[in-house]
């Protein structure tokens, strides 16, 4: 064999070796693109399920919010019904005893006119003021123990909500 012909050939086997070689680093080069291609997309697919979760989780926690404070709402609202009512009816008491005590000190002054010495007035005024004093002291006793008992009714609907809260985010700690 010539040194031509085994030169053509060497170089011919040589860029036969190339091409082989070319063609397995483009085969390795495009397996470890599409490998990376793979990762990356798994990669994408993990971080948006993350993502859907933590929206999820949101909004879960803003409608429970939203629902939480639509209860402080309406438990503040009830409170000031109890309370309105109440205040209604401590008023509509103090106005009867009002008008009772008006009625009684009339009717002593009546009585007064009438009296036939200086002791039997001042009785009837002594008489009357024992008596102012002692329903006085009665009532205010009794507006007293219903105010206390009206604050008690209006604060259970907010007391409950802040038990309620405790309790929730105690257990969300």
Same mark, same amino acid.
């Given at each position: ?44 697919? +993990? ?5 859907? +979760? ?49 009625? +009684? ?8 006119? @009438? ?56 257990? @969300?700690?």
């Amino acid at each position: 064999m010539s040194v031509k012909a085994k030169a053509t050939e060497t170089a011919m086997a040589a860029g036969e070796i190339a091409g082989v070689t070319a063609t397995r680093g483009i085969e390795a080069t495009v397996g470890n693109l599409k490998d990376g291609m793979a990762k990356a997309a798994s990669g994408f697919s +993990e971080t948006q399920a993350k993502v859907k +979760e933590g929206m999820e989780k949101v909004m879960k926690t803003a409608e429970e919010l939203m629902a939480f404070s639509q209860g402080n709402v309406e438990a503040m609202m009830k409170s000031g019904q109890i309370w309105a009512a109440g205040v209604q009816d401590i008023s509509k008491q103090m106005a009867a005893t009002a008008q009772a005590s008006f009625d +009684e000190t009339v009717a002593t002054f009546k009585a007064l006119a @009438s009296v036939k010495s200086l002791k039997d007035a001042i009785d009837l005024q002594a008489s009357l003021a024992r008596s102012t004093l002692e329903k006085t002291l009665s009532e205010s006793g009794k507006f007293t123990d219903a105010s206390l008992k009206l604050t008690e009714q209006a604060l259970a609907p907010i007391t409950a909500r802040v038990t309620l809260a405790v309790e929730k985010f105690a257990k @969300s700690a």
